[in-house]
Every structure is written in structure tokens, then in C-alpha cells.
């Protein structure tokens, strides 16, 4: 898939929480094809400690309104600068990058559960639309510190059915995602997840224990996102390491060490 370098316009800046944003953006061209679980590499204006571009998932690309849009989990520098984004600045953008998610074949009877934690619900969103569109019914599962942290929960609901954790209990049931009782009264064929790491590990476990294909979206560190800095390797059961980046961020659970 064709890479490109794009000057884009901020279209809007929503603050969901005072730890998130969603940044929306367009250009004057029409946006490249970008595929769920794929990322971009955000360059920072306008900040004297930022050196490097910043890796963020692809939320949801709009093709009505030429729009990608970014959910940004405020953690540095670099994060919180973009989140002062205004109206009509603009922001360069390298996309875009990585491998994304498979699809399953049109037609397919299949149950489908997309796992989010944090801002690890972001690529689950598009995820979600663009299953929609072949025709699937897309389960969420979405787990958070509290129900202040669960986001675009609207959103998430015109795709699919939604089910949630958090860890206080505030909302849905309280635990860890992989203890939700939708693991244990539905068999899934096929899941996808994005979060923190040992939560992945947490649901690769379950799915390999229930014979269930599993798909992960690594959010390991990445400085050039081309896998020449080589900061985001991850280690595969062939005792290779590979650049997250370029190999992934999506892998399949039967490629990685995590099970051995």
C-alpha cells in the first residue's frame, strides 16, 4: 500500500476527557485507501522537547467528509502539544503505515469479537465500520479504569453489539475484559484486540485455550515507523524479532512467543 507525506488540515479538536482528545483532520486530496489496525506517524509542531514523529491508530476514516480522525491518549510532551491543535492548523502526517487486520471473507458465518482496553479501543472502531459494511454483526468488548474512560461508547453501538469492564465496577461488570461473562455464554470464531500488553497476552491465552483464531495490534514504542531505528521489535516463536512497525502492529497470536 502506497505511503504518502500529507500537510493536513484540523477540522476538529474535541477534548472526550481530560486524558483524551479526538483530533479530526482533512486535505485537499482525497485520503488513501488505510486499512483497520494500520497507523500514522504524526509530526509535532511547534514543540521544543518533541524530536520524533508520534505513532497513533487509525480511529475511523470518514470517506463522506475526507476525514481521519485520531483518538490521542494524553501521556507526554508530544501528546499534550497535540491536543492544543486549533481549528484549520496544520499538522504533517506520514500514512499509511504498518499492516492492519484481516478481514474474513464476505459472507462468512462467523461471530466476531473486537477486544479494546484504554486508548486500545481506537483501531476497533474503524475495525468495527468497515465489518459492518460486509455484512457482519461485530461484538465489542471494551474494558476501562472507570466508565469516565470509556470512549466513543456511542459510536461503538452503531456497529455492534457493545459489552463492557471496568475496574471499579462503575459500569458493565467489574474485572479485567477476559472475565466478562460474554466469554463464557457465546463461542466466538474469531477475535481482534488492541490494549495494554498484558491484557493482550491475557485474551491470547483465552483464545488459544478455546481453540479461537486471534489477532493482536502491538502498541510497542516506535521511533521512525519503517523499522530502521529498530525500537519496536518484538520477539516471534521462531526465536526471531521482528519491527513491529513494518511486520505489523497486527499479528497473529500463533506468530508471536507469548504462548510458547
Known amino acids: 500500500m502506497k505511503k504518502c507525506m500529507l500537510d493536513m488540515k484540523v477540522t476538529d479538536n474535541c477534548r472526550l476527557h481530560h486524558n483524551y482528545c479526538l483530533l479530526k483532520l482533512t486535505a485537499d486530496l482525497p485520503l488513501p485507501d488505510m486499512n483497520p489496525g494500520q497507523f500514522v506517524q504524526v509530526r509535532v509542531p511547534n514543540s521544543a522537547t518533541t524530536f520524533l514523529r508520534r505513532p497513533i491508530s487509525v480511529n475511523f476514516v470518514d470517506k463522506q467528509t475526507n476525514e481521519l480522525w485520531l483518538l490521542i491518549q494524553l501521556v507526554g510532551d508530544g501528546t499534550r502539544k497535540l491536543a492544543e491543535a486549533k481549528t484549520g492548523d496544520l499538522i504533517n502526517i506520514v500514512l499509511p503505515l504498518g499492516n492492519g ?34 455484512g457482519y454483526e461485530p461484538t465489542f468488548l ?7 474512560d470509556l470512549l466513543q461508547l456511542d459510536l461503538f453501538e452503531q456497529y455492534g453489539q457493545v459489552y463492557v469492564t471496568t475496574e471499579d465496577g462503575s459500569m458493565g461488570e467489574k474485572g479485567y475484559v477476559t472475565n466478562h461473562s460474554i466469554l463464557k455464554s457465546v463461542h466466538f470464531d474469531q477475535i481482534y484486540t488492541c490494549g495494554p500488553k498484558p491484557m493482550m497476552m491475557a485474551v491470547a491465552k483465552y483464545a488459544a485455550g478455546e481453540s479461537i483464531a486471534c489477532e493482536v495490534s502491538l502498541e510497542n514504542t516506535m521511533a521512525c515507523g519503517i523499522g530502521a531505528c529498530l525500537c519496536c521489535v518484538e520477539k516471534t516463536k521462531d526465536e526471531h524479532h521482528v519491527c513491529v512497525c513494518t511486520e505489523g502492529p497486527v499479528f497473529n497470536i500463533e506468530k508471536l512467543s507469548w504462548l510458547n
Open 142 to 148: 471494551l474494558g476501562a479504569r472507570s466508565k469516565n
Open 101 to 134: 487486520f484481516s478481514m474474513p471473507n464476505p459472507g462468512e458465518s462467523k461471530k466476531l469479537l473486537l477486544i479494546g482496553g484504554g486508548v486500545g479501543t481506537a483501531p476497533m472502531l474503524y475495525l468495527g465500520a468497515r465489518l459492518k459494511e460486509m
